[in-house]
């Protein structure tokens, strides 16, 4: 379908979110999981948890908008995510593969930031304050994952990699 519009582009990208946002509920099992620190496990299923809300808040966008929800394929999501999976395939359980966790997790984290961002200057340009407020609910999450998994790295295990 031709995009021509800002309406167009904002069902665009709640569409590439939506997607995102159901992928990265199965990867973040997985990445906890593969964690050595009880920390970052449970940084990354908190967010988990977090991300179930934000699959619901993304179905009432869709709902303001009278459309229905569906995805539709991020490649960029999927690329992301591949990384991790290849980044757990090369290292051990450790503070390495840790660290290597948490810069794949932070890159997810921004690559959300950068969409909520754009759609919330679109949906307050449409006057859809439903979503500009459901839609920054979740923007503020994403924020504080990316501020945990960085206070992690700095904090503890970063230094735990460098000695490793
Ligand atoms: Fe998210
Ligand atoms: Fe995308
Ligand atoms: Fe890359
Ligand atoms: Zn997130």
Aim: glycine share 6%; net charge negative; proline share 2%.
């Amino acid at each position: 379908m031709p995009i021509q519009s800002i309406n167009d582009l904002t069902l665009h990208f709640l569409k590439d979110i939506y997607y995102a946002e159901r992928q990265i509920l199965k990867a973040l099992p997985k990445m906890a999981k593969a964690a050595q620190s009880e920390e970052l496990k449970q940084g990354l299923m908190h967010h988990r948890e977090e991300t179930q809300g934000q699959v619901e808040r993304l179905e009432r966008v869709f709902d303001s908008l009278g459309k229905r929800a569906v995805g539709s394929t991020c490649e960029a999501i999927k690329g992301l995510i591949e990384e991790c999976e290849e980044l757990i395939e090369q290292t051990e359980v450790g503070p390495v593969r840790d660290a290597g966790l948490i810069a794949c997790g932070q890159a997810v984290e921004h690559y959300e930031m950068a969409r909520y961002g754009a759609l919330i200057a679109w949906a307050e340009m449409a006057g859809n304050k439903d979503a500009v407020q459901l839609l920054n609910e979740t923007l503020q999450q994403e924020k504080q994952a990316d501020t945990l998994l960085n206070e992690l790295a700095l904090k503890t295990i970063n230094q735990k990699a460098k000695a490793a």
